[in-house]
C-alpha cells in the first residue's frame, strides 16, 4: 500500500489543485449548511436520511463569510456497497424572486470519494450547482426542495470522467425542532474503463434537528 507521501508525490498538478480546493471549502467554515436552503429563522440543523443502499448525515448552518450570504454544506454518505463520499459546497444566495416563497442558492460542490468499483476507486471532484426551496404552507413548515450538481470532465479526478448528483423532495414540520424529510436522490459517476457508479437512485426519508 502506498503511503500518504507516495500518493501526493505520484499526484498530477491538477489533483493537488483539486485536492486544495476541496480541502478549502472543507476547512474555510465553523458552521455549514445543507444542500437545501434552511427555513427561515434557522442557523444550524443536524440531518439524517437514507435508503435501502445509501445513508447520508449532514450539519447544516450559515457560512461566515458575512459580506457575501452563503451557506455551508458538510456531509457524509456510506453505501451498501461500501462507497464512501464527504462532501462540502458553497451556496450564495440569490437575489432572484421569480415565483413568491421561493428561494435559490448557486454555487460549487466538492466531493472526496473511494467507490468500490471493479477495483477501489479514488476520485476528486468539484461539480457547479445549484439548490431551490418552495415554502407551500410556512405555517405548518411544508416545503419542497431540490438541488442539482454536476462536475465536468476538467475538474473531475482519479478514475471518473464526471458525476451528477440530483435531490427532489418534500418536508413538513413534526415539531418546533424535528423537521421530516422525504424525497429522491440520483448520484452517479461516470468512471474511466470501469462500468459507471451510481451510489444511489432511490427514494429516501430522513429527518432534521435544530438545536435551537
Not at 407551500?136 to 464526471?162: C, D, Q
Not at 413534526?174 to 429522491?184: E, I, K, N, Q
Amino acid at each position: 500500500m502506498k503511503t500518504g507521501n507516495a500518493i501526493w508525490a505520484g499526484a498530477t498538478h491538477a489533483s493537488r489543485i483539486a485536492y486544495g480546493l476541496c480541502i478549502f471549502l472543507f476547512t474555510v467554515a465553523r458552521a455549514v449548511h445543507a444542500q437545501e436552503p434552511l427555513p427561515v429563522g434557522t442557523s444550524s440543523a443536524f440531518e439524517a436520511f437514507g435508503g435501502n443502499s445509501a445513508l447520508q448525515l449532514r450539519y447544516l448552518g450559515p457560512s461566515p463569510l458575512a459580506d457575501m450570504p452563503s451557506d455551508l454544506d458538510y456531509g457524509f454518505l456510506i453505501s451498501e456497497d461500501r462507497d464512501i463520499i464527504a462532501s462540502a459546497a458553497l451556496m450564495f444566495h440569490t437575489n432572484v424572486h421569480v415565483v413568491p416563497n421561493l428561494t435559490l442558492g448557486v454555487g460549487p460542490q466538492a466531493y472526496l470519494a473511494l467507490l468500490n468499483a471493479q477495483q477501489k476507486t479514488d476520485v476528486t471532484a468539484i461539480a457547479a450547482g445549484a439548490n431551490a426551496r418552495y415554502e407551500i404552507f410556512r405555517r405548518w413548515g411544508f416545503a419542497a426542495f431540490g438541488s442539482a450538481f454536476y462536475s465536468p470532465g476538467v475538474l473531475t479526478f482519479g478514475n471518473a470522467h464526471n458525476l451528477y448528483d440530483f435531490v427532489a423532495g418534500a418536508e413538513i414540520r413534526g415539531t418546533s425542532r424535528l423537521t421530516v424529510l422525504a424525497g429522491y436522490r440520483w448520484l452517479k459517476f461516470t468512471t474511466v474503463g470501469e462500468p459507471d457508479v451510481r451510489v444511489q437512485n432511490e427514494v429516501f426519508i430522513g429527518l432534521r434537528w435544530r438545536p435551537h
